[in-house]
């Protein structure tokens, strides 16, 4: 019951709205219509009254009168006054001489008297058209000279009472009346018909469409993926907190075209028509690996254009690769294990039959074959827990993982995640490459010149002109197709957007081991508030082939 009393009461104020907004409207061109009209009775009332004064000053007879006998003009020119004035309609015809005696007026007993009103530029030849107050009251009037054989010879004024023309606008505002009324009644039913069409239009009353739009938002904002919704022209209509965090978006965004904001990868999938694009697929935005689903926004027969929904990989391909290395060295423990055990039983052969010295060779031969800690070359744990989980990987595989001698991290040089990711994947790439029986070298150096990675492998290396080709996402050298889709060819795309961003070089060659070498390399970071040169030289031993 107290839902229908607020529909009800929300309904209401609606239609008082639309109908104020009619009423506003209305009122406001009525206010224009009457101004415009008063004008146009004034003009008319002033046309006439000049029309008057003109045509009476031209009667020969009044002329005549004035210029030869002043003092008893008025028997020839008050009668003529009177008679203009009673055809005209006028409330006034005033005729003085050149001393501003009246010598007509509609009063007799003013006849003989001064003029009310200032008449000297009158006699100096000029004409007055205005408004003043008189004896009869405020009056429209026109003043000008009377002529006789080129000489003025008086003056005259005409006038109508402006309470007179006033209220020929009632007359007006009456005719207007029913059509006001009209348009009163066609805005207030009009204001009723809204709701209908609204309800009509999107099955819904008008007041459920703003709990409809809250409701709406809170899903979308309240969603783990993020989600884009680009219209027709390929402008940018809705972008939700999870998107514009993923792809680092302006506050702005929304409303602009997609090339301004987004990344290739993106513009590429949401611009194109094949059906492949509504399958979903890896992109990288930025250093961000996306899995993005695109998808037609359809409302019945009509497209609104093209939503894209996207999901951080990211963290989830860093967990299933930590995953699969832990995977990979609880294996190779396991077979290790085994290995240890079958060496012990052979040690225990070898010191039963008293073969001492056999079973201490082969006990050199097994501690010795491991080296050196990778910590004593790298100095930094992080990079030697990595190169040991790399390893592992590389036993399993049947491939050699070696250190380079001339690896080294400078004291105080700081290994952030930019070198343990490039590191990462090209080890990974490589490891992959090698094979079965084959051998992978890491040469690590890290110092005040800045970071460089050289990665060897004895593969099939990198055919000439190929090397463009596999820094673009989805590209993989293991099957020469786009094939992001199933995590290959995201490694060296994301390598490529470190080296870019670190303003630093990706190289490609052959190496001594009979495969491909990747050297990765970049200056130091900037420093805060220290001015450097946009060209970064590379040079240094860490720079060089």
């Known amino acids: 019951m107290q839902w229908i009393k607020k529909n009800r009461r929300f309904r209401i104020r609606v239609l008082f709205l639309q109908l104020a907004i009619v009423l506003i409207t209305l009122l406001a061109v009525s206010v224009i219509v009457m101004r415009v009209e008063i004008n146009r009775v004034e003009n008319n009332a002033f046309s006439r009254v000049a029309t008057v004064a003109e045509e009476t000053a031209q009667l020969a007879p009044i ?38 005696i009246r010598v007509a007026h509609p009063d007799p007993e003013a006849i003989g008297q001064p003029v009310s009103s200032d008449h000297e530029t009158i006699r100096r030849g000029e004409t007055f058209r205005g408004v003043e107050e008189g004896p009869l009251g405020v009056t429209l009037r026109v003043k000008q000279p009377v002529y006789e054989n080129g000489e003025i010879v008086g003056t005259i004024s005409v006038g109508i009472l402006q309470s007179k023309v006033r209220a020929s606008l ?9 059509w006001i009324v009209l348009a009163v009644a066609i805005g207030s039913l009009a204001a009723a018909l809204v709701e209908r069409a609204i309800r009509r239009i999107y099955r819904v009353d008008p007041e459920e469409v ?40 302006p506050e702005n965004a929304v409303g602009q075209q997609v090339e301004e904001v987004l990344d290739q990868s993106l513009v590429d999938l949401l611009r194109s028509d094949s059906p492949k694009a509504e399958s979903v697929q890896n992109v990288l935005s930025g250093e961000r690996v996306l899995i993005a689903n695109r998808r037609e926004a359809m409302l019945g027969p009509k497209n609104y254009g093209r939503t894209l929904t996207l999901t951080d990989h990211t963290e989830l391909e860093d967990t299933l690769r930590e995953l699969r290395g832990q995977k990979s060295l609880t294996d190779t423990l396991r077979a290790q294990a085994h290995e240890f055990t079958n060496r012990l039983h052979l040690l225990s052969g070898l010191m039963s039959i008293g073969e001492y010295e056999e ?26 827990a990595l190169f040991i989980a790399k390893q592992a990987v590389a036993g399993e595989a049947g491939v050699r993982l070696e250190l380079h001698p ?13 070198a343990i990711t490039v590191t990462s994947n090209l080890l990974a790439n ?14 690590l150096n890290a110092g005040p010149t800045g970071v460089r990675i050289a990665v060897s492998d004895s593969g ?10 596999l820094v673009q996402l989805g590209v993989s050298s293991k099957t020469g197709t786009q094939s992001a889709i199933h995590g290959r060819g995201i490694g060296l795309a994301l390598v490529d957007r470190i080296r870019i961003r670190r ?8 190496s001594d081991l009979g495969g491909a070498e990747v050297i990765a390399a970049w200056p130091p970071a900037k420093r805060p508030k220290v001015k450097q040169s946009a060209s970064i030289p590379l040079q240094g031993d860490y720079f060089n082939d």
Do not use: C
Not at 170 to 178: K, N, R
Not at 366 to 375: N, Q, V
Not at 407 to 416: E, F, H, K, R, W
């Open 503 to 510: 303003e630093g070089v990706l190289k490609f060659g052959s």
């Open 460 to 469: 099939p290396g990198i055919k000439e002109g190929d090397a463009a080709r």
């Open 430 to 443: 490589a490891i992959e490459a090698a094979g079965d029986g084959g051998e992978v070298s890491l040469q």
């Open 170 to 178: 009632v007359d007006v505002v009456w005719a207007f009346a029913p």
């Open 210 to 249: 703003d709990s409809l739009k809250q409701a709406q938002q809170a899903v979308l904002y309240s969603v783990s993926d993020g989600v884009l919704g680009v219209d027709g022209t390929g402008r940018l209509s809705l972008v939700n907190d999870e998107a514009r965090r993923l792809l680092e978006l």
């Open 359 to 384: 079973a201490k060779e082969h006990i050199q031969r097994f501690t010795g074959a491991r080296g050196e800690h990778p910590e004593m070359h790298l100095g930094d744990p992080t990079l030697s």
């Open 406 to 418: 001339f690896s080294a991290v400078a004291p105080g040089s700081a290994i952030d995640d930019d």
């Open 63 to 100: 002329g005549s009168a004035l210029a030869e006998d002043p003092a008893n003009a008025a028997k020839v020119v008050a009668p003529l006054a009177h008679l203009a004035e009673s055809v005209s309609g006028v409330d006034y015809v005033t005729i003085a001489d050149l001393n501003g």
